[in-house]
């Protein structure tokens, strides 16, 4: 088969496609004929050394394709091994990409328990562009922030996949959103996606600005990703308000203040991932809706190292997916 097979950690560049084997399916593993991958973080992270996985490895967690043993369409879970509790993750969890062979090639053999029905409404890009972002943002919404309808929701650097799945989420929920980036094309474009505004964050005073949007009361529930900004995303939350965070792309250390904290009832959430369960109820979401995942660019699977800079260059509004 067609892969792209990283055999040394670096830049983009290390992503070339060449032949490799076809997977052979262990116990209670199907075969998928992948149609589309599509990239997360995650994925730059494994290319880089920073999750030393042993190599060689082909990358990629999310992919949709054929079933080749029943010839459904499909799309794939990418958490193995949460076990029974979806509360929290059993110490055997991982994710497809790393250390598992992941999506980035024409075959893929998974567990057959982390194979669903593909969204009828989806394209194969679309599908693709689902599973670790879209599954990411719903158990930090849902099963952990507890979102509710009528709620306020701050997605903090709209942008990602998971930020963009969660605002889709979020309306259809019946939540109103409020977003912020450094682009103000991006908040343009979360605002056609059914946010309410958007705020640029390049501005000092920007959490004061959320608060103006809120009459002052602030918002219920911050997802936040980039970690540094945990002070700012406390100061716009109303009392007994909840963050909800899963990523630290803009650095790993904070300062907050305590007692401001305690006094507000505030909630700090860690999530990550989520279990096939939730995953089951993702698809039932996105089934009931109207909406898609937001795909920035679609490109061959020969061009994975130019799809990798897209995606750390920051530009992208949405999944950048690999067409197989």
């Not at 562009?129 to 709620?151: C, K, N, Q």
């Not at 970690?227 to 990523?247: D, K």
Request: proline share 6%; aromatic share 6%; net charge negative.
């Amino acid at each position: 088969m067609q892969a792209v097979v990283i055999h040394e950690h670096g830049g983009p560049e290390v992503l070339v496609p060449a032949e490799a084997p076809d997977p052979s399916p262990g116990d209670s593993q199907v075969v998928v004929e992948l149609r589309a991958a599509a990239l997360n973080r995650r994925d730059t992270f494994v290319r880089k050394g920073v999750y030393p996985f042993p190599l060689p490895l082909i990358l990629g967690s999310d992919g949709a394709g054929i079933r080749r043993d029943t010839g459904e369409e499909v799309v794939i879970c990418p958490s193995m091994g949460w076990g029974d509790r979806d509360v929290v993750a059993l110490g055997d969890f991982d994710i497809l990409g790393g250390p598992h062979q992941g999506t980035y090639a024409e075959l893929v053999a998974v567990p057959a328990e982390n194979v669903f029905p593909k969204p009828a409404a989806l394209s194969w890009p679309e599908a693709a562009a689902l599973p670790l972002a879209g599954l990411t943002a719903y158990r930090a919404l849902f099963s952990r922030a507890e979102l509710r309808r009528g709620e306020t929701v701050l997605i903090v650097g709209i942008g990602s996949g998971v930020g963009t799945i969660a605002l889709s989420l979020a309306v259809q929920a019946g939540a109103r959103v409020l977003v912020t980036s450094s682009s103000q094309e991006k908040i343009d474009r979360a605002v056609t996606l059914g946010a309410d505004a958007g705020i640029l964050y390049t501005s000092d005073d920007w959490a004061d600005q959320v608060r103006e949007r809120t009459d002052g009361r602030g918002v219920d529930v911050v997802v936040d990703s980039v970690g540094v900004t945990w002070p700012s995303s406390v100061s716009t939350l109303a009392t007994g308000g909840r963050i909800v965070v899963f990523g630290a792309t803009g650095g790993t250390t904070v300062e907050l203040e305590v007692r401001p904290f305690y006094f507000g009832q505030f909630s700090l959430l860690g999530t990550t991932m989520g279990s096939p369960r939730e995953f089951a109820e993702l698809l039932d979401v996105v089934d009931r809706g109207s909406w898609a995942p937001a795909v920035d660019t679609v490109r061959p699977l020969a061009e994975a190292a130019a799809a990798h800079a897209r995606l750390e260059a920051g530009e992208h509004f949405g999944k950048v997916v690999l067409e197989i």
